[in-house]
Each structure stands twice: as C-alpha cells, then as structure tokens.
C-alpha cells in the first residue's frame, strides 16, 4: 500500500512516542472520545502510523505557550505516513492531513514540518513545473552562468510607462531577467494592462535590435479570472513570464493557473517569514516548497546571503539545494532558486561555493542600479564576479583588467 | 484619499518608531539603497505612513532569532496605511501589502498583524457571505437558539454507506448541522461523489418524514474544477452546505469558490495553529478571518471553550465576537462561528455568558454519540443546556424534569 511520509520536529512535556501517537491519532482516524466506529479493521486500513521517533534534545523552557504535560520538556524528530487512500493524491488535501489541526495540540510546545515524501500518484497528478531551468534558459538565451537579475524599485509608485522607461534602460544594459515589486500589481495608479503594454512594447523593441529577450516577471497576482486574463494578455504582447505572490494567491489558484500558463510562473514567497520565522513552528522551506513545485512553480524565492533580513546563509543555500533536489525519482522537476535582497558583487564567490551550481537567478536591484557607471555596467560587473567565482580567481584579481567589477568592488564594500 | 489600515504587535531592539518606518518603507515605496526614482512625489502619492505608535511594554529576551538591534527590546502597537491607488481593492494584493516581506525584517524579534481596515471599495469587489447566519437558519430552519452539529467520526475510515448510515441516525436524532471531517475530502476510501449520494439520500428520506432537513457540510476541499463540479453535485442532490479548508485551499480558490457557489461556505480553519499559536509571529483570528469572510465565508471554527488544543478560552471568545461584528457599517457581512473541539452540555452556560449570543454553530462529536441514551438524547441534551443557559437556570436545575440532560451531566464530568 502507498503512504505518504511526513518529518517533523516536535518539543513536548509529555513522552514522546505518546504524543506522537496523539498528533497520528488526530490527523486520521483516532477521536479523543472514543465512538462506535473506531473498530481494528478501520485503524488498520486508515490510521496514520508513527514511523520513527529520535529524541534530538532537551529544552530549558517550553517555546510555544498552551502546552500541557509535567515531564521534561524534550525535542524529537518524528516520521509519520498516511495511507494514499484517506486522501488520494490531491494537494490541497495533503495540506490538511500533513500541516492541518495539529500545530495547536496541548501536547506540543513547539511542532515544525520539516519535510514531505509523496508516493508517484502526485507525480501523475500534477505536471510541476512546466518550464523550470532548462525552460527558462532556453527563453532568456543564458547557459553557464546565472541569469542576472533586478527588481523595479520603488516597488510601487512609478507609473507604466516610467517603468517601461526602467526596463528599457535595464534590457538595453543587457541584463537577462526584471520582476515586478511584489507590492505592485493592478492598483489604480499603475494598472496591469497599461504597464503590461508599455513593458512589453519597450522589451521588444531592445529585443528587435540586440537579437535576444529580456524576461519580465509581470506580478499578476489576483484574483483567478484576472491572472487568466493578465497572463493571455503578457503571451500575446510576447512576454516570457509570469509572477504570483503564492501564499497569498493559495494553492487552488496556483494550481489553475499553472494549468492554464504557457509561460514560466516566477513564485514570490513574500509571507514565507509568518510561516517560519520561528524555529519550533510551522514549516521548513523543503517541506514547504515541495507543495508549490508540484503546483507548476518555476523559480522560487530564497533569500540570499548576508540579506537584509533575519534568515541565516545556512538556511538559505539549503532552501536553493532543495529547489535543485529531484522530487520524485522519475520526474525530478528542479527549479530555479531565486537569490535576492541586498545582494551585489560580494556575494557571487560565496553564493557559488555554497551551492555549487550556477542554476539560479540572481537579483540585485541597488545592485546594479547605484552602480555609479550606469546599469550596463553594474550587469557586466555582476558577470564579471560570476566568471570570478566560477573560475576560483578572487574578485579582485579579476577586476584588474574589468573597470566594472573595480568601480563595483569600490561601491559595494560588502 | 482613501486609505487600508493595519495594525501590529511589533517587538523590536531598535528605537520603534524607526523600526516601523523600516516597516512602512518596505511595505511600500521604500529602498535599502537609495534609488534615482524615489522622488518626494513618489514618496507623497505611494509611500505607506506610519500612523500610530504606542508602546505597550517592554521584553526580557527576544521572542524571535535573527533580529538585530542593541537597545532595550520593547512592544509596540503600530498603526500603518497605504493609499488604495497602490493596490486598489484586491484581496491577494492586499495580503502581499499587509502580511508580505516583513515578518522576517532584522528589525523585528516579534510581529503579529493585528487587524485591518478596508476601505469601502472592498465591499464592492468582494460579495462576501451570500448566507450568513441568517441564511443558514432560513435553510436549517432554527431561530433563537444555537444550531446543534457534529462531526462524522472516525475522521477518516468508513465508507460512503457507513457515514450515510451515521448521518441517518443523526438525522433521525433531529440534529441541526453535521460536517464531515477535514480529513475526509475525495479520497479512494470514501470518493467525494459516492458519500454525497449516499448522505444526501439518508438526508433527504428522514427530511421528507420529519419536514425540516439537516444542513451537511460535505468537504469539497480540491482543486478548483473540481470543488465547483462537487458543490454543483451537492446542488443536485438538494444538500444545503459545502465545507472548505481555507489555508489549503487559499484566497483566489476561495474567492473562485464564493462566486461560483450557491450554497453557504463551511469554512475550516485547520492549520490555524501555525498562523497564530507564536504570540508575537503570524495573525490574529480577528485579521485573519475578515478576509476569508470577505471572500465568501458563511460559517468560521473558532476553537471552543475548555477545547483540547493550546488555545485560552478569552481568545475563541473574541474570535466569535470578530464574526459577529460588522466588516462595513454598511455592510456588515456577520457569520456563523462554529464552536467545536471537546464541546458538551458543559460548555453551554459560559459559552452563552461570555458572548451573549445564540448565533453560533455548537457542534459536540463525543458530546452526542458518547450519550448513554443515544444521539437523540445526546441532541435533546444540549438543546435544553442552551435553554437553560439562556434563561439563566442552572443545568443541574434544569435537569431535573429533562432526563437526556440529567443522564449527560452524569457522563460529561466537565
């Protein structure tokens, strides 16, 4: 029989392996009161199971408030599996069985999901991503390297065609990928289809005369009769992707829309810090990822390093590994990690040697805008340190003979 | 110039006016680095204004890792709005405004959204609740007292002719509302389409003997095509709910789902737990379910008093209050919370004296089918606990001419 696999990190006062058996119990066919149907034949054919249980250590406080229990407060790493049976291969339903009523147990002082197997059903189920990296490289015209990336900033504010001005001084600066600021998306003061037409006519124009396409990510996050109509809208001006901000758009949406998208979906993770900013709660990015990859995501924010915000480099070179990692045997479905905030120059050697791969995008706005000879050069110093790390030659060596990566290195001190 | 409000809980090591101009910048035209295009004008018509600031203690350690900062850590209520012209009335957008990048600012060792303001151009975009409570009694036909419910159990194992079987003796018991479990969706168990002809063939046999007909919520959490073909099978079948989860489901798959649906939305709220059990991290109920009742939602779970999670009784009360409060003066959308989690006869008096309404959905699993004298007692008995409640006589009191309670207050110790 196929079971579904979940890991997850769990802080209890109670034994372990008992509260273990609560969180199994609650998820499929156990009750707190016992009822008449609960016979052996139905836990048999439909109870989750407790796979495996490590105790990983012991806390000195409880992390989360609520919780019951008298005995030392411990933490162990649990494997639970559902029969495919309870819920069949369905996304949607896999989110209430592996990370639904649970996180509030009175058991539990701390309960983080940290990592879902699905048996091949999903696989046949859902297409994944229709394009992920060698889709994308394949529309930007990019192997070897990274794709070179930026946002629009400010984020909101300019009006279409001041952004369409941004983009062509960006596309005609021959950097390979724009996204849309996550915050703009139809408002009043910069509607999608205006900004859509502008970008795109500016887009094609540097692309008529240079001989290769700048991809825009066009935020066309809505509601799902609007992404329907905003994505025709980008395929027929000849735009090459598409952005969604997934947690906020949820997973029946994404869904239908990765059904209905003939472009790549670049997933915005933005509210990725509610969902896991504390380290005994809710999810970690593999566990979390998975879901919207199998979704049909092509690229996926994650952080970068030395950003602006709380993540450790740690954590994001494992989120990048993971969106790299095969998700089933037969069907590997790899994506692109997105590597962005507050990132320049600096980062491109460590980036490297932590990831080993050059299949990402990454993105630098004052990156590559406060470049003080202009974009194009702020793209070819990016390039530049990219050939650098790749090569193993140290930023400043390789900026003796590249005035961009010297004037980058000397304004960006990292 | 209209405006969407939002307010915090912030923690923050920095001074906090500062960090919530951070806030502000990052949730609007802000940039770490200054760009070219961030004018005063730019900044006048899109930038997000810090509204109001009040600290409200102060916090030994940090609640959160990864937050910088060196002074005193306090706690603060932060007031932010944005212009409607960034974003214009878009439930998605306004996610990615609200509870976008900012849960994991270095600024920050706590954030928890507390509430939001919409502007009225929301109430034009978005129907909400077709239902309501007062929907929900015209088709359950119950006024002036709580509907009954419970919930199919074992959550998952029994087959579509078992639970139709349940559901005809609780039918037969005069039950208000039934749900089927989160647990339970379309799985090869028990597909979708095979429990709903069986349900709704017991509903409708004991309906058309009796003269009122039980409300069941069937659980057609799915992707989109396939939650509208199953409301629409609900339709023909004469059933008079559908159930939904809404964290697995998402916005733009519950906003589809309301504008397709001509049914009340059951909205289960199963992953609540890792939205809100951190203090200082994720949402409370009252912000997070005005979007969700915007989107269509007709029924809510709010946990239930002395329940077996995690969550205070003070919190599942204010909880219930947000859904019977007004969203618009002119348009005040209330919905039926659903009060379940370990409910019994015992909860009726406090749960009646600390929200002073009867417009609540009371659903008891074990406090029905454990009655001695069986699911008909079990429904008689907290049918006459409410009335007790309600006019203010004690249940022991109250028991004394009424057997089905007497016989529940023996089994339900409380």
Redesign the interface.
């Known amino acids: 029989m196929e079971r579904i696999e979940a890991d997850y990190l769990i802080e209890t006062a109670y034994d372990p392996r008992a509260a273990a058996e609560v969180m199994a119990g609650e ?12 016979t052996a034949a ?2 048999k ?3 989750a199971r407790l796979e495996k249980l490590e105790v990983v250590g012991e806390a000195a406080a409880a992390s ?4 019951g229990g008298q005995g030392p407060i411990v933490r162990a790493q649990v494997t639970l599996s559902w ?6 291969p ?8 592996v ?8 058991q ?1 002082s701390g ?1 983080k999901l940290l990592d879902i197997r699905l048996p091949p059903a999903f696989a046949t189920a859902y297409e994944g991503p229709r394009f992920g990296i060698a889709g994308t490289r394949r529309l930007v015209g990019v192997e070897g390297r990274p794709l070179i990336g930026t946002i629009i ?6 009006g279409p065609e ?1 952004t369409a001005e ?1 983009v062509r001084t960006l596309a005609e600066a021959g950097i390979d990928f724009i996204k849309d600021d ?2 703009q ?5 910069c509607p999608f289809e205006d900004r859509a037409r502008a970008v795109m006519r500016a887009i094609n124009e540097v692309a008529e005369r240079k001989g290769r396409k700048t991809m825009f990510a066009f935020n066309l ?7 329907r109509r905003r994505h025709d809208l980008v395929q027929a001006l000849g735009g090459t992707c598409i952005m969604a ?1 997934v ?11 990765g059904r209905h998208s003939a472009l790549p979906i670049h997933a ?1 993770r ?6 896991s ?3 005994l ?3 970690s990015f593999t566990a979390w990822h998975k879901v919207w990859r199998l979704a049909g995501a092509d690229h996926i924010h994650v ?1 970068g390093l030395a950003n ?5 480099d740690d954590s994001v070179i494992a989120s990048a590994r993971a969106c790299l990692a095969p998700l089933f045997p037969d069907k590997p479905c790899p994506i692109m990690p997105v590597f962005s905030s ?1 990132q320049t120059v600096r980062q491109a050697p460590s980036t490297w040697q932590a990831l080993g791969s050059t299949d990402l995008i990454f993105a630098a ?3 590559i ?2 470049h003080p000879g202009g974009p194009a050069a702020g793209v070819a110093a990016l390039r530049e340190a990219w050939e650098a790390a790749v090569g193993d030659v140290p930023l400043a060596d390789h900026a003796r003979t590249r005035p961009a990566l010297a004037q980058a290195l000397e304004t960006y001190k990292g």
Chains 1, 2 share one sequence.
């Not at 933005?270 to 969902?275: A, K, M, V």
């Open positions: 998820q499929s066919s156990g009750t707190f009161v016992k009822v008449p149907g609960e139905l836990k054919r439909s109870a989360l408030p609520g919780a029969p495919l049976a309870n819920l069949g369905s996304l949607p339903n896999l989110m209430a069985t990370a639904g009523n649970l996180f509030e147990l009175k539990f309960l900033k400010p984020s909101v504010g300019l001041e941004l996550e915050l998306g139809d408002g009043p003061a996050t809505g509601d799902l009769d609007e992404m901000s947690n906020s758009v949820g997973l029946a949406g994404m869904i239908a829309l915005h933005n509210g990725w810090g509610y969902l900013r504390h380290p709660l809710g999810f952080n602006k915000f709380s993540e450790e507050g706005g004052g990156g805008m406060a």
